[in-house]
């Protein structure tokens, strides 16, 4: 099926104007199956033009009372011919169900067999259930009315009125984006609440009432603190009436902006302890989704190609917001979670610039949805909001979301609003347009380094080291001033504190000389986390690093040390030990939100970077000890103590004590496992080749839950068996298979583990060439998401990279599959090099 291009996207706009949609939806039939009955009220100033329905047959469709004939409908398109004016057309559809997530997705609950239904028409899937004109400019208002189970509840994007017992209406918005409408429909359990006249509703399956309840004062007070901040901020009210979040099952994304109705992931109802880390986590993606409602719901963009207007700022503003209602450490969290995401993403051939990112389709727009959208364009908006000084940044969106309500906006008006707001003493309107040429049309990470030597300076040669900056790896040369701060730390413990100096520079093109380091410290460039750039250490200032993060006391400095470590092993400049001896020695003094993303990363890329070997089981055993260490050695019931049981059994071999990590049992004071952690020793047991099938089916029929079912299929896929490996290959390319996305992701992420390299082998090739094919039945993101997962990343050859080159190279494919592809050749290309590097210094 044909995704709509930019440009006919852009015809489009001009020759149509949607008033609204009413859609009437009838759930009551068993089956694959739903009837789909729209009725659109548009003018049209062309004679022609055509609207999106992902239907198997041609539809019934009447336009002002005369039927469309059938041949009208092709690819996923009606054609529309004759118009002028105001019309009224009637769509009658038959449309199937999705397990992928994308459209009208149907779900049946193991634990109860209850039905739930959820419909995700981001990014251009709202044709998938109702036909309309899906473009993000074609706003309009939409009301439903729906038929379904009488036990059933119905939420959506207006306040929904059950009529009658199975008849539900919902009251017509505002006018929106297709790409925002939806409905969740099930015997949902709601707990609702009020702030400020705003109706708060929470949803989640009957399954997980009794984790929703204990979570929803919580969650409500949250909920209605942000609501709070955004109102000071934005001096708009929140414009959507009702402020449901329904956190739905096998979703997609974290969650999705929906006005009215948020939908999340349902992990986010937690059924097992969390950490620190997750709970900073969901709110910090609540208050993400809240922020759209500003950013994307109330003005949205007019095609995405700039997607950051909607992802950059509501990252940004999340971060700014999060803190303040959480008192979570957010800053942290964000460099180790966000910008680490983001500086992977730019330091690829794959970067793009944050604003203007090309997308020519719809469907291509989906690789956008990326680090550089989210991360990047945050961190670059946080140094834009420290030049413009606050009142003329926050003045300039206040004027953007006022003059663009309900309605689309550009960058260009974005930069508008700013320079309207321009005042004595602030940057002009042509300061910040050469500002956002440099920062945001522009793609690619400065590399900022410290190098020793003498620098050229008018007074002559000057010795000592200086502060470099250099262009991107990839993407242009870019003349981007960095305001940032540089420490010297200390290794030695107790001293750093006082020892630790700052000095704030603003680094251009000229060499900035910096204060010499004394024996056993380090200079560390974007100490505070300021800019964006990949950050080098002076060479034999690496060394120290590990007796630097165990002293430095202050958190955001180490995170910017991380990441610097983090870039270091991908560009070959720290070896993996080194990283794996700085991980080991940071953890006991890491704050539990950071140790939670350095663990999981850390496991996943010493086998990258280390052939399997002695060395890489020494790096991993180095972690696992200094892991274990953290676990016994905290606080019984702690965060802490938890992040580091999860990272130990990530780890550890030691299949004996893993054993006695039943569900249930407390081998650590303070310690249950809980189903989560259980299912978690479960799967490394699998990895480790110690778990039976019976086990599986036993472990499963003692945790009969959605989570339970994808965790076991997990398992099955993760055992060292080659019948193992086969069995997952052939579910995830059979056309006919019935698993949901979420059991496909499962056996996709068991294929490739650390240490059954060559089990796995066979399916490095096959990657290549089974994968296209998938593309006809699959949606764009499960398709994209399950290659990721089963990319032969660990399959570390000059052959493997050769063949990722080949396919990136295709234009035969899907898009998502090619960017796959192409990144996967970065990290190769990487990989080789460092293991090349260790090999030729071996002895
Ligand atoms: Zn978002």
């Known amino acids: 099926m044909a995704a709509l291009t930019w440009s006919e996207a852009r015809r489009r706009a001009e020759s149509v104007a949607v008033e609204s949609y009413t859609l009437e939806l009838d759930l009551t039939a068993r089956g694959d199956f739903f009837t789909s009955t729209t009725v659109i009220a548009f003018t049209a100033r062309a004679a022609e033009t055509f609207l999106e329905l992902a239907a198997e047959d041609p539809p019934e469709a009447l336009l002002d009372g005369v039927p469309v004939p059938a041949s009208a409908f092709a690819d996923g398109r009606l054609a529309l011919r004759g118009l002028g004016g105001r019309h009224e057309l009637t769509v009658r559809a038959r449309l199937r169900y999705s397990r992928d997530g994308e459209g009208l997705h149907r779900f049946v609950d193991p634990a109860d067999d209850s039905v739930y239904l959820c419909a995700t028409s981001s990014i251009d899937n709202a044709k998938r259930w109702f036909a309309c004109f899906d473009q993000p400019d074609l706003k309009a208002r939409i009301a439903l009315r729906v038929q379904c189970p009488p036990e059933w509840t119905v939420v959506g994007n207006g306040a929904a009125t059950r009529e009658a017992p199975g008849t539900w209406r919902l009251a017509q918005t505002e006018p929106i984006s297709t790409y925002l409408v939806t409905l969740v429909a099930g015997p949902w359990h709601s707990v609702r609440g009020e702030h400020d006249g705003i109706p708060l509703g929470l949803h989640a399956r009957r399954s997980l009432a009794a984790e929703l309840d204990r979570d929803a004062s919580g969650l ?53 302890r969390p950490s620190e880390s997750e709970l ?59 910008k680490s995401w983001g500086y992977a993403a730019d330091r690829r051939a794959t970067t793009h610039p944050v604003a203007g990112n090309g997308a020519t389709d719809a469907r291509a727009a989906l690789d956008d949805f990326d680090g550089i959208s989210y991360a990047k364009g945050a961190s670059v908006l946080r140094q834009l909001a420290a030049y413009l000084g606050e ?29 309207a707001c321009a005042g004595p003493g602030t940057p002009t309107g042509a300061d910040l347009s050469r500002w956002a040429d440099e920062w945001l049309r522009r793609a690619g990470v400065d590399v900022i380094a410290v190098e020793t030597g003498a620098r050229a300076g008018a007074a002559g040669a000057v010795d000592g080291p200086v502060l470099r900056r250099h262009p991107p790896l990839f993407g242009p040369a870019a003349d981007r001033p960095h305001a940032l701060s540089v420490a010297v730390l200390s290794g030695c413990a107790g001293e750093s504190a006082n020892r630790e100096t700052r000095t704030r520079v603003v680094l251009g093109g000229e060499p900035v000389a910096l204060p010499a380091a004394g024996p056993g410290e380090i200079l560390l460039p974007n100490a505070g986390d300021e800019t964006w750039a990949t950050i080098r250490l002076a060479p034999d200032h690496w060394e120290r690093l590990p007796a630097v993060l165990a002293a430095t006391p202050d958190a955001m400095a180490r995170a910017a040390a991380w990441n610097a470590l983090r870039t270091g092993l991908a560009d070959g400049l720290v070896a993996p030990g080194l990283a794996a001896r700085a991980v080991a020695a940071g953890l006991p003094v890491e ?45 019984a019931a702690s965060s802490s103590q938890l992040t580091a049981a999860r990272g130990w059994v990530g780890l550890t071999e030691d299949r004996e004590t893993l054993r006695d990590w039943r569900r249930g049992a407390e081998p650590v004071d303070g310690l249950t496992v809980d189903d989560e952690l259980s299912w978690l020793v479960l799967e490394r047991r699998a990895a480790l080749g110690d778990l039976t099938d019976a086990a599986i089916d036993a472990a499963y029929a003692a945790d009969r839950t959605a989570s339970g079912l994808v965790h076991a299929t997990r398992c099955r896929a993760l055992r060292p068996d080659p019948e193992a490996k086969a069995a997952a290959w052939a579910e995830l390319v059979d056309p006919a298979s019935a698993l949901s996305h979420y059991q496909l992701s499962a056996l996709a992420d068991g294929i490739w583990v650390a240490g059954q ?32 997962l089963c990319f032969p990343a660990l399959a570390v050859s000059a052959e493997t990279l050769a063949w990722s080159e080949a396919f990136a190279a295709r234009t035969d494919v899907p898009s998502g599959l090619r960017r796959t592809a192409s990144d996967g050749a970065d990290d190769l290309r990487r990989a080789l090099a460092v293991r090349t590097a260790a090999a030729d210094s071996q002895p």
């Open 220 to 272: 409500l007070r949250l909920t209605a603190d942000s609501l709070d901040a955004f109102h000071e901020l934005f001096e708009v009210r929140y414009p959507f009436g009702e402020y449901n979040q329904a956190f739905v099952p096998e979703f997609n994304w974290g969650a999705m902006e929906n006005p009215g109705c948020v939908t999340f992931r349902d992990h986010l109802v937690f059924r097992s």
């Open 280 to 338: 900073l986590a969901r709110a910090n993606t609540i208050v993400h989704e809240m922020a759209h409602m500003w950013f994307g719901d109330l003005v949205t963009m007019r095609w995405w190609d700039d997607l950051w207007l909607n992802e950059s700022f509501a990252e940004y503003l999340a971060r700014r917001v999060t803190p303040r209602v959480t008192g979570l450490p957010a800053g942290p969290d964000f460099a180790a979670a966000r």
């Open 391 to 419: 009142e003329m940044f926050l003045g300039g969106l206040r004027d953007h979301v006022r003059s663009h309500a309900y309605g689309n906006a550009t960058f260009a008006d974005l930069l508008a609003s700013w320079s």
């Open 591 to 635: 704050l539990d939100v950071v140790t939670a993303r350095l663990l999981p990363w850390i496991t996943a890329a010493l086998p990258v970077y280390l052939a399997p070997g002695p060395e890489r089981a020494a790096a991993l055993a180095a972690v696992a000890d200094a892991a274990w260490a953290l676990l016994t050695g905290a606080a």
């Open 757 to 788: 390299e060559e089990l796995a082998a066979p399916y490095a090739r096959r990657w290549f060439d089974d994968l296209p094919a998938t593309a006809a039945f699959r949606g764009t993101m499960s398709l994209a998401t399950l290659a990721g």
